[in-house]
């Protein structure tokens, strides 16, 4: 079992003194003396990357909500915590290409492999180290990787290193086979999950370490950069996108309780998620379960995933279960359904069609980047309820999509991987949808 704390747990008796500290340290607090004259709410100070009235519409909706005003159910019953839990309204964001440019994740997994820090699996069995991975996919491995060795020599052996990347990189070998298969592509996507199995054998604490490392290197590459990883020449840099952080700081000074939630390893986007000024007690990730102290090649569950079975994560409908699970401490099958409208998140940002679960679940704004992916483009450009804004990537946004997304043949994808059409809470079919925000 995993012996970190869970954040929900953790932080669950100090949220309601710590938002009352943060309201009285900006200036927000409900009290003041008498005839004195109230307090404006923040705004957002950075405007560059904003795309029409996107920016109005995010200051208006922190003007409803700071320091407790527009809360929808009422004094003392914020959307955040439930009854006795504290009132104050909780947003929630998707991190990779949502808070920054480019992906931790990938990040972390070229600097593993060129630094030699993955371990082979016992016996140099690959399947142990995923339940979905595929027995051609385990022999591919097998074939391309040494063993009996401490960690991959995948700085020098590029067949290894170059195996490795197309599995995760491609879900494939080097030779076009699938590398996984027999998942939910709802509830997990196998190909994220592997790198956090990747880095079974480590402490948290090590971890952290080559995170923190990786983190370092592209934060100092030019953006644009690129490295050399086997034989294949990758992403080299990273950059924070300072609207966001922007957002971030604005929404905390307002009042909000504001979480990360990323299909990323959870010891990776714990460190990269303190340059926004989230505390890790605040991010949820990929969860690794722990023996004696080091990660294993397991999850702790979620709603009727039970520890060690591997079958969700923080991933579309994993990220519903893993957020109502750990912030509003909803526990079992429960966590896996949409809660009532006091137990679930006022503000949701995204910009892919895994976060299309907890986006849906926001009662109050939902903020899409725009990167062309056809579910979220559906729902976000239909905007049923009036509750979604769309607007470009900060840094190198997506030209427009010269075709409608196929919202009403194959926008949605099933659970067992069928494409299917877009269809609205009713069961009726969204029509394909043009791209205008780019």
């Not at 912030?327 to 809660?339: K, S």
């Amino acid at each position: 079992m995993n012996n970190r704390p869970r954040p929900g747990l953790r932080t669950r008796a100090t949220t309601a003194a710590l938002a009352a500290l943060a309201l009285a340290t900006t200036g927000l607090a409900a009290a003041a003396p008498a005839g004195a004259k109230p307090r404006e709410c923040p705004t957002l100070k950075v405007s560059g990357g904003w795309y029409g009235d996107n920016r109005a519409r995010l200051d208006a909706f922190l003007a409803d909500h700071c320091a407790g005003k527009g809360d929808i159910n009422g004094p003392g019953k914020g959307p955040g915590k439930g009854p006795g839990k504290g009132s104050e309204p909780v947003a929630v964001f998707d991190w990779d290409n949502t808070v920054i440019k480019n992906d931790v994740g990938d990040a972390t997994l070229y600097w593993l492999l060129r630094n030699d820090r993955i371990r082979p699996p016992r016996d140099g069995d690959w399947s142990t180290t995923s339940r979905h991975l595929t027995p051609r996919a385990a022999a591919a491995l097998g074939e391309a990787c040494p063993t009996g060795v401490r960690t991959l020599p995948t700085a020098t052996d590029t067949r290894c290193a170059d195996e490795i990347l197309s599995v995760y990189g491609a879900g494939a070998t080097t030779g076009g086979e699938t590398a996984f298969a027999g998942f939910d592509h709802r509830r997990t996507e196998p190909q994220y999950a592997w790198l956090a199995q990747l880095l079974r054998g480590w402490t948290t604490r090590q971890v952290e370490s080559f995170a923190a490392a990786a983190r370092a290197e592209n934060l100092a590459a030019p953006q644009g950069a690129t490295q050399r990883v086997g034989t294949s020449t990758v992403t080299g840099w990273v950059r924070y996108y300072e609207e966001q952080r922007d957002l971030i700081r604005t929404l905390r000074a307002a009042g909000f309780d504001v979480w990360i939630v990323s299909a990323s390893p959870e010891p990776v986007v714990d460190v990269w998620a303190k340059g926004v000024g989230i505390d890790p007690s605040h991010s949820l990730g990929i969860r690794n379960t722990t023996e004696r102290g080091r990660l294993t090649a397991h999850f702790e569950g979620c709603g009727t995933v039970r520890d060690g079975e591997d079958e969700m994560i923080t991933y579309i409908d994993g990220k519903r279960c893993w957020i109502n699970q750990e912030i509003f401490g909803v526990r079992g099958p429960a966590a896996e359904r949409v809660q009532p409208a006091s137990r679930r998140q006022v503000f949701a940002a995204g910009d892919s069609d895994t976060d299309i679960s907890f986006l849906r679940d926001a009662t109050g704004l939902r903020l899409v980047l725009n990167r062309n992916k056809n579910e979220l483009m559906c729902r976000a450009y239909e905007n049923g309820d009036g509750r979604w804004i769309v607007n470009p990537m900060f840094i190198e946004p997506k030209q427009r999509k010269a075709t409608p997304y196929p919202c009403a043949t194959t926008g949605y994808t099933a659970g067992d991987g069928t494409p299917e059409p877009v269809r609205r809470p009713d069961g009726t079919v969204i029509p394909d949808q043009t791209d205008t925000v780019f």
